[in-house]
C-alpha cells in the first residue's frame, strides 16, 4: 500500500470524486434533491471523501476550486446525517478511520467483481435477443 499526497494524488480518485462533483453540481442546479442523494450515496462519498479530503479542501492542493460544490454538498450530507445520528449519539467521521476506509475499498473491490452482473448482461442480450426474434415472428 502507498499512501498518497496532495502533490502526487491518486489518478483513479479523480473519477470517482467527479462523478460526486456532477452529483452536487445536480443538486445545485435544483435537479436532484440533497436528501435523494445523501439517501443513495452517502455511505459511499463519504469515506471516500474523508480519505481525499486534503486533495478537496487542502490550501495546497490544485483542486480545492475545482471541487468546491462537492464540498458543499457533503456538508448538507453531513448536516443529514448529523441529524440521523442525534439520537444515537455518534460522531460520523469517527467511524472513518484509515483503516475502516480501507475495508471499504476492498469491500467494494471485491463487491464490484460480483458474477450477478455478468448475469445481469447475459440476461439483457437474452432479452433482447427474444424481443428481435418476436419482431422477425421467429
Do not use: C
Request: glycine share 4%.
Amino acid at each position: 500500500m502507498k499512501l498518497w499526497t496532495v502533490e502526487e494524488p491518486p489518478v483513479n480518485a479523480f473519477e470517482v470524486l467527479d462523478f460526486y462533483e456532477h452529483l452536487s453540481l445536480l443538486v445545485k442546479k435544483g435537479h436532484l434533491d440533497v436528501y435523494d442523494v445523501w439517501h443513495t450515496f452517502y455511505e459511499w462519498a463519504q469515506p471516500v471523501y474523508v480519505d481525499m479530503q486534503p486533495l478537496i479542501e487542502s490550501e495546497e492542493s490544485a483542486y480545492t476550486e475545482h471541487y468546491r460544490d462537492l464540498q458543499r454538498m457533503m456538508r448538507q450530507m453531513d448536516e443529514i446525517q448529523i441529524d440521523r445520528m442525534q439520537t444515537q449519539k455518534g460522531e460520523h467521521r469517527a467511524l472513518w478511520t484509515p483503516e475502516r476506509i480501507i475495508e471499504h475499498y476492498q469491500y467494494e473491490l471485491k463487491a464490484s467483481g460480483r458474477p450477478r452482473r455478468v448475469r445481469r448482461r447475459h440476461q439483457t442480450q437474452g432479452t433482447a435477443t427474444r424481443l428481435r426474434d418476436d419482431a422477425r415472428g421467429k
